[in-house]
């Protein structure tokens, strides 16, 4: 049997990334969401974000720890080998977009939003194809574009947006009346009209690949 050794790990539990078979992240932190920094009072040790590819273990740590730093999890693009991390910056307020490439190890921040254009950071992240920031109002069934476009759109009860590819939104809603059941709806992006709706539910396949899982 091979066994690697990672030293420092002692409190790192490796999780894999959605949509590869290839990578896996470790993330240290004191407190789980990016909202919860402010409650230590500027004395936030910062969180570090590892990455280890599979079956070499090479480990990565792309982005340096900072104090009052939140490093959110990373999300995986198939189409170019990347991942794309939200960096909550507490000392300048700001968040960042950033996108690394572990092919050639680069680091780029490409899109800087100040926190208050935000709000509060609940329900905030990254989606794919390509990546978007948006802010999920769990309340009243939206969700807003903050990045690379500002747009928002008025989902049914219980819609979720999934992903997005080719001009079209991919969600998914839950229902129980009274038994428990999933739709898959896909909207167009340009307007938010309903363009198809489906009972199943959609799984992200380690090659990147989406799976519609219905009945027909």
């Not at 894999?16 to 500027?42: H, R």
């Amino acid at each position: 049997m091979n066994i690697k050794t990672f030293k420092g790990f002692e409190e790192i539990y490796p999780e894999k990334v959605d949509g590869t078979d290839s990578w896996y992240f470790g993330q240290w932190t004191p407190c789980s969401e990016a909202y919860e920094v402010p409650e230590f009072k500027n004395k936030y040790p910062g969180t570090r974000l590892y990455f280890i590819e599979y079956p070499s273990g090479k480990v990565f740590e792309p982005i340096n720890q900072e104090t009052n730093v939140f490093l959110e999890r990373p999300v995986y693009e198939y189409k170019d080998n990347s991942f794309g991390i939200i960096r909550y910056d507490f000392n300048k307020e700001v968040i960042q977009i950033i996108i690394f490439k572990p092919e050639c190890s680069s680091v780029k921040t490409i899109k800087e939003i100040p926190f208050s254009k935000v709000g509060d950071m609940v329900n905030l992240r990254l989606i794919i194809s390509p990546f978007a920031l948006v802010k999920h109002d769990v309340h009243n069934d939206a969700v807003e574009f903050l990045w690379p476009k500002e747009t928002s759109y008025e989902f049914e009860k219980n819609e979720s947006l999934y992903f997005q590819d080719d001009g079209k939104l991919y969600l998914t809603k839950w229902i129980e009346d009274p038994d428990y059941r999933e739709e898959i709806i896909v909207r167009e992006a340009a307007t938010g009209q309903i363009l198809e709706r489906s009972p199943g539910y959609l799984r992200r396949m380690p090659d990147g690949s989406m799976w519609k899982m219905t009945s027909k």
